[in-house]
């Protein structure tokens, strides 16, 4: 095991350096980012000079990314176009994005199992078929459509009605609000709300689904039968062989699907004009920053490929059967 | 281009849109409103800094927000004249002779946040630091990067005298580039050179920076956000300071300047707070996450969301100083005959444009006949009346009259020379990508041209390679894109001067060239007065007519919402935006 998780680990970071030159690649040679600098008659010479100059923009190629590597291996991810440090930026805007991920990410579990349990369980009953209509319209309605029907239809007249901020439907926490976490605890609640059931919504669908499957597979099994044949409750059948085998693809599936939650939080934040790691990105591909593109990149391989991993390893470990390493 | 709201020229902090100096203050009425309270803004940026006048931090919403912190001489109401900020200088001395010459009164009560009485120096700091004289330099010997240099790169000393209280002069410093200039004065003399004299000073020293604080932490970076409490030390000299900024959070608050020493804001606190995208703006406002919005583009769908919201939301649809235009290379082989340039503008139907664009959402919007000046000026002289309709007849005739093409059967022109000869003339229109306004014009314009008898090929770009490369570098035929109407004359001047002036003309894509113009452009940012200004600017806008030079088409309309609790909101189409009389905002 540990064989394979250190080959997989230098496979990993091949596969990091193959994307940082592809990607650095693609956003340099997007376009200027000084475009709408020199488009804008007022700006002086000089300033584009020194913006030139800063942003090596007439330095080939290779030496930019040179440039950049020799700075990210030591832990600096440079400069933003405005200045600004991008490894700061993106630890602040990550933990924004992670607080909404994973909240979202446990709720739409237990949404999913439970989901998919009750959909299995009422296998071709009329709950069944409605559980699984609902699932299919999360499924393919945009995650934004989900986030604007909410705000529309739900905050706004939940709020109207009583008046004051119940749902917020823009932004992180109330930057009047004061006191300690707990004391705040409420506001953060009401800015949370809305973004959490919008990637829930838009997340949980297909795991149900994909869970509501495996359950079928395993309840229709020989040795659930066996179980049952053999008098155990079934509470205990459900529990200690249904269920428990049925989620370990389930788990696999949810592990490698870490990286599209986040592409959903991208959309989910800006439907909620939350400062998070979806706007860093979507700032530095408008503004063609290369930096702040390539740190949000390196950041989503590097989840990606330990997920996988994990993925591989929590696999290994709750299915016996499979085993890693020399043969 | 879309000049997008993050770039807007410096000096439109205190935009110049009417004749007259010292007008009266907003021409509206005022209604009571309560004492105190808090009202949200949205903040659909995200913030790099807080020195709007440095290249790196010029954006818009920052401007809404400093121009509530740092003071401006002028400032725009929202009729678009121009007031003397009367807490900060108590009045303005011009004179033209032997040169142009501003005398400016400091208040004398006026003073920082942190107590440091607002002198000369703070004048001399923000003349050399956007004067783009490398003779000046920031913190460790970095050279300034302004957002622009207009005006005060025409400005050849500014000093100071009359100290407050009787005292003497400071003798300045080698060190601070102030030494000899009276640094503590409380009167600012500020002289242009004899040959750069400058028509539009009002709009100078607008958000001025605090010299002794810029000088300490760098213009450059001193005020970037770095998260870690520089906001808390951010001085003001104006009716508000920075309370607090959360970077995570991207949160600005702002609350009442204890050491104001004039009338002090109204509200206690002005959040701004966090929208990304327009389609927050409307429910927003009804849930009360926040109360004023401006959305980056206006489109009929948000403006029946307003008016579905009802009596709660409140709105203004009004022409913004944006303005939609074509650009003709003059370098293609066809473009550069007058007459091609000439069918083109006759063969454009401006209202149908319109109609099937942004008229939808603002269907007042009308064809814009200047390039320099905006329909809502009152210098706006209509000089392209003759291409107010569409004239299909006499753009063929135009085109025939040449005897450089042929009208063939399949209803195009062939030209008998060129690149296309023989063939269909064809010509590209560019403009960037992602905007469905400008795909909208873009295929009207190439329905129109096929009745004329002209081709068009669709080619669109990402704005950065559109406006870094494509357009700079004249590979483009005709272009699509939005200039900011300057709210200074003069800052046309690098647009329409001759290209081969690349020095003071690098804005001129379409390689036009008339000494007439730059007479007449150079004679505008020289005049005495501003009746003589808008006189050339408009001889000079009438020859860019006649040379059919770019086309214009309309002022983008823009949008501000707010919550119906509040009163005096104002929106001001200028680039100053909507908290231009914050101050003077409250519950109803």
Not at chain 1, 74 to 85: A, E, I, K, P, Y
Not at chain 2, 181 to 208: E, H, S
Request: aromatic share 10%; glycine share 8%; charged share 15%.
């Amino acid at each position: 095991m540990t064989t394979y998780i250190l080959r997989r680990l230098a496979i990993g970071v091949g596969v990091l350096l193959l994307a940082s030159v592809l990607v650095f690649t693609l956003v340099a040679e997007s376009g200027n980012p000084l475009g709408p600098l020199l488009a804008n008659p007022l700006t002086p010479q000089s300033t584009i000079r020194l913006k030139i100059l800063a942003l090596h923009l007439n330095d080939p190629l290779w030496q930019r990314y040179w440039i950049w590597f020799s700075h990210v291996i030591r832990g600096d991810f440079g400069v933003s176009n405005n200045g600004l440090g991008v490894g700061h930026q993106l630890q602040i805007h990550m933990f924004v994005t992670l607080r909404m991920v994973i909240l979202s990410t446990v709720l739409s579990i237990f949404l999913a199992i439970s989901v998919g349990l009750i959909s299995a369980l009422r296998n071709g009953t009329v709950v069944d078929r409605g559980v699984s209509v609902v699932n299919f319209v999360f499924l393919s309605v945009p995650v934004f459509v989900v986030g604007l029907v909410l705000k529309t239809f739900v905050a706004v007249p939940i709020d109207q009605h009583f008046n004051r901020v119940v749902l917020a439907t823009a932004g992180e926490q109330n930057p009047l609000a004061t006191g300690n976490f707990f004391q705040r605890l409420p506001d953060y609640a009401s800015h949370t709300i809305l973004p959490t059931l919008t990637l829930v919504l838009a997340t949980y669908a297909s795991w149900a689904i994909y869970q509501r499957s495996t359950l079928l597979d395993v309840m229709n099994s020989d040795y659930v039968r066996l179980a049952r044949a053999k008098g155990i409750s079934p509470r205990r059948v459900l529990l200690r062989h249904i269920l428990r085998n049925a989620l370990i693809p389930v788990t696999t599936v949810i592990a490698l699907d870490f990286a599209g939650i986040l592409g959903g939080a991208v959309i989910t934040e800006t439907v909620y004009g939350w400062n998070g790691l979806g706007r860093f990105f979507l700032d530095g591909v408008n503004n063609l920053d290369v930096n702040v593109t390539l740190a949000y990149l390196m950041l989503t391989a590097v989840i990606v490929i330990l997920f996988n991993l994990m993925a591989d390893i929590a696999y290994g470990f709750l299915d016996p059967r499979i085993r890693y390493g020399k043969r | 281009m879309k000049i997008s709201k993050k770039i807007r020229p410096l000096l439109a902090v205190v935009a110049t849109l009417a004749l007259g100096m010292n007008a009266l203050v907003a021409s509206a009425s005022t209604p009571k409103v309560q004492a105190g309270g808090t009202i949200t803004v949205d903040l659909n940026e995200t913030l790099a800094g807080f020195n709007v006048n440095n290249v790196n931090s010029n954006e818009f919403v920052l401007q809404e927000i400093m121009q509530l912190v740092w003071p401006t001489v002028y400032f725009v109401n929202n009729k678009l004249a121009l007031t003397l900020n009367t807490d900060l200088v108590t009045k303005v001395a011009v004179s033209s002779k032997p040169v142009e010459t501003l005398t400016y009164t400091i208040n004398p009560k006026a003073v920082w946040s942190d107590g440091t009485p607002i002198t000369a120096d703070d004048f001399i700091y923000n003349w050399q630091s956007q004067s783009g004289n490398p003779a000046f330099t920031d913190k460790g010997g970095a050279a300034f990067q302004p957002a622009g240099t207009t005006g005060y790169s025409s400005i050849v000393s500014v000093k100071g005298s009359n100290p407050a209280g009787g005292a003497s002069c400071d003798a300045g410093s080698a060190a601070d580039f102030n030494a000899g200039l009276c640094p503590n004065g409380k009167t600012v003399t500020v002289k242009f050179g004899a040959k750069t004299p400058f028509a539009d000073w009002q709009g100078l020293f607008g958000m001025i920076v605090p010299a002794h604080q810029g000088r300490l932490v760098g213009w450059n970076t001193g005020f970037n956000i770095n998260g870690g409490g520089d906001e808390s030390t951010l001085l003001s000299g104006s009716w508000y300071y920075v309370s607090s900024y959360n970077q995570s959070a991207n949160t600005v608050v702002l609350k009442k300047n204890p050491s104001y020493w004039a009338k002090p804001g109204n509200l206690d606190s002005i959040v701004f707070a966090g929208s990304t995208d327009d389609t927050s703006g409307i429910p927003g406002i009804q849930s009360g996450t926040f109360n004023v919005f401006e959305p980056v583009s206006t489109s009929l769908a948000m403006i029946q969301q307003a008016q579905a919201a009802g009596s709660s939301v409140s709105y203004n649809v009004q022409p913004g100083l944006q303005f939609e235009h074509f650009d003709f290379n003059q370098a293609n082989a066809y473009l550069k005959m007058l007459k091609v340039r000439q069918a083109i503008a006759y063969g454009t139907d401006r209202s149908e444009l319109i109609a099937l664009t942004v008229g939808q959402a603002a269907p007042t919007t009308k064809p814009l006949n200047n390039h320099i000046y905006m329909n809502t000026q009152p210098q706006y002289k209509s000089n392209g009346n003759a291409y107010n309709h569409q004239n299909i007849a006499k753009a063929k005739a135009l085109l025939k009259s040449t005897k450089k093409f042929k009208l063939e059967k399949d209803g195009y022109f062939h030209p008998t020379y060129g690149p296309e000869k023989g063939k269909d003339l064809s010509l590209n229109i560019s403009s960037t990508t992602g905007n469905p306004i400008r795909s909208q014009t873009e295929q009207v314009f190439q329905f129109q041209m096929k009745k004329v008898g002209i081709k068009i090929n669709i080619v669109n770009y990402a704005a950065g390679d559109l406006f870094g490369t494509v357009i700079p570098g004249g590979r483009y035929d005709i272009a699509e894109f939005a200039w900011v109407g300057s709210p200074f004359a003069t800052g046309n001047n690098s647009i329409y001067c001759s290209y081969t002036n690349k020095a003071d003309c690098g804005s001129n894509w379409v390689h036009f060239k008339n000494k007439t113009e730059d007479k007449l452009l150079a004679e505008g940012a020289a005049a005495a007065n501003p009746a003589d200004e808008a006189k050339f600017y408009n001889e000079a806008d009438a020859i860019l007519w006649k040379d059919m030079v770019t086309l214009p088409l309309y002022q983008k309309p823009i949008m501000t919402a707010w919550s119906s609790a509040y009163g005096n909101i104002l929106p001001n189409a200028s680039s100053v935006g909507s908290t231009w009389n914050a101050q003077t905002w409250g519950l109803k």
